[in-house]
């Protein structure tokens, strides 16, 4: 890994950090809601008489098995990302030291 | 940029799917081409569509004091172009909307052409815009990643303004609302995609230097990070 990657990251880090530390979030616990949901909400105050066409054919119980699930999403991306990374530096390792030998 | 399951007209809904449907046709195409002539491309092809499940699942707190998610698209586009992006994306969303509830099967059309269509072709835009004004490989990395992100939730915006016109204002209040949500939200996790799209693309250009060039990927070898 690079200097600059770190910085980069680094500074990636500072960007989802501050806005936590910077926006006080509301003391009834509704803070950082997603935007996706308040879109909806405006959708239903812009039209109230919109009836959806349809509804989710399954919803997670509860936010514990959503983010179960996000996190299972998270996970399987990573996992192929760490494959292929572990991979290629085992690669080039490999012939590295068949140089040297 | 998910539209919730349901939240368009039926119209609107199927129109969507109607446009979508020919970019995800000729990305399937592109994808079964690139695995076809070099099987060896596939491994950039799972890092591609493992980068979007991983942005995409991530959350993230913005300056609004709501939370959105970064597409991670433009990474994909810009490696084997824009319309590859659309069948992955239609995997990750199709993922959302049957285990999360989050987006739907009604708005899969909708939510697609934003997040992996527009985005990714507004990425290459940039990309080969940059690239062909002699922008260094990163920063063009960088401002293509972070632009695509930002189109795709524009993109939402005019698609929730079109179905939901204010009752007084009509489509452009509507409009400016959506964005206020979106737009607004999406900046600085735009830009945090963009730094991230970057660390992950220098890295390819390390690891696969061969395998982009052959893709057609403009990168200079060792110029991949400033």
Same mark, same amino acid.
């Given at each position: 890994? @690079?200097?600059?990657?770190?910085?980069?990251?680094?500074? !990636?880090?500072?960007?989802?950090?501050?806005?936590?530390?910077?926006?006080? !979030?509301?003391?009834?616990?509704?803070?950082?809601?997603? $935007?996706?949901?308040?879109?909806?909400?405006? /959708?239903?105050?812009?039209?109230?008489?919109?009836?959806?066409?349809?509804?989710? /054919?399954?919803?997670?119980?509860?936010?514990? /098995?959503?983010?179960?699930?996000?996190? =299972?999403?998270?996970?399987?991306?990573?996992?192929?990302?760490?494959?292929?990374?572990?991979?290629?530096?085992?690669?080039?390792?490999?012939? &590295? &030291?068949?140089?040297?030998? | 940029?998910?539209? %919730? &399951?349901?939240?368009?007209?039926? @119209?609107?809904? /199927?129109?969507?799917?109607?446009?979508?449907?020919?970019?995800?046709?000729?990305?399937?195409?592109?994808?079964?081409?690139? +695995?076809?002539?070099?099987? &060896?491309?596939?491994?950039?092809?799972?890092?591609?569509?493992?980068?979007?499940?991983?942005?995409?699942?991530?959350?993230?707190?913005?300056?609004?004091?709501?939370?959105?998610?970064?597409?991670?698209? *433009?990474?994909?586009?810009?490696?084997?172009?824009?319309?590859?992006?659309?069948?992955?994306?239609? +995997?990750?969303?199709?993922?959302?909307?049957?285990?999360?509830?989050? #987006? *739907?099967?009604?708005?899969?059309?909708?939510?697609?052409?934003?997040?992996?269509?527009?985005?990714?072709?507004?990425?290459?835009?940039?990309?080969?815009? =940059?690239?062909?004004?002699?922008?260094?490989?990163?920063?063009?990395?960088?401002?293509?990643?972070?632009?695509?992100?930002?189109?795709?939730? +524009?993109?939402? !915006?005019?698609?929730?303004?079109?179905?939901?016109?204010?009752?007084?204002?009509?489509?452009?209040?509507?409009?400016? @609302?959506?964005?206020?949500?979106? %737009?607004?939200?999406?900046?600085? =996790?735009?830009?945090?995609?963009?730094?991230?799209?970057?660390?992950?693309? #220098?890295? =390819?250009?390390?690891?696969?230097? !061969?395998?982009?060039?052959?893709?057609?990927?403009?990168?200079?070898?060792?110029? $991949?990070?400033?």
């Amino acid at each position: 890994m @690079k200097r600059t990657d770190v910085i980069l990251l680094l500074v !990636a880090v500072v960007l989802i950090v501050l806005p936590l530390v910077l926006v006080k !979030a509301p003391a009834d616990g509704s803070g950082f809601g997603g $935007a996706d949901g308040q879109a909806q909400s405006l /959708i239903t105050k812009i039209a109230p008489g919109f009836k959806p066409i349809f509804r989710p /054919i399954w919803t997670p119980p509860s936010s514990e /098995i959503s983010t179960l699930i996000f996190s =299972l999403q998270a996970a399987m991306g990573c996992g192929f990302l760490g494959y292929y990374v572990g991979l290629r530096v085992g690669k080039r390792r490999a012939s &590295e &030291e068949s140089k040297e030998a | 940029m998910h539209i %919730a &399951e349901g939240f368009l007209p039926a @119209k609107q809904a /199927i129109g969507w799917a109607v446009v979508s449907a020919p970019f995800v046709a000729v990305g399937l195409g592109r994808i079964k081409k690139v +695995v076809a002539e070099r099987p &060896e491309h596939r491994m950039l092809l799972g890092v591609a569509a493992a980068f979007t499940f991983v942005l995409s699942a991530l959350k993230l707190p913005s300056v609004t004091g709501s939370c959105s998610h970064p597409t991670g698209t *433009g990474l994909g586009g810009i490696i084997f172009g824009p319309l590859a992006m659309a069948p992955v994306g239609v +995997v990750v969303l199709l993922f959302q909307a049957l285990l999360l509830a989050h #987006g *739907g099967i009604t708005t899969l059309g909708a939510n697609v052409f934003s997040m992996a269509i527009v985005g990714p072709l507004v990425a290459v835009g940039v990309w080969r815009l =940059l690239r062909a004004l002699g922008v260094p490989t990163s920063y063009g990395v960088f401002a293509a990643a972070t632009l695509g992100d930002l189109a795709t939730y +524009v993109t939402t !915006a005019f698609q929730l303004a079109i179905a939901f016109p204010d009752p007084s204002g009509g489509m452009i209040v509507s409009l400016v @609302k959506f964005l206020s949500i979106f %737009a607004l939200t999406q900046i600085p =996790l735009a830009v945090t995609e963009g730094l991230v799209t970057v660390v992950v693309f #220098g890295a =390819l250009a390390r690891f696969d230097a !061969a395998v982009l060039s052959d893709l057609g990927v403009s990168t200079l070898a060792g110029e $991949a990070t400033p």
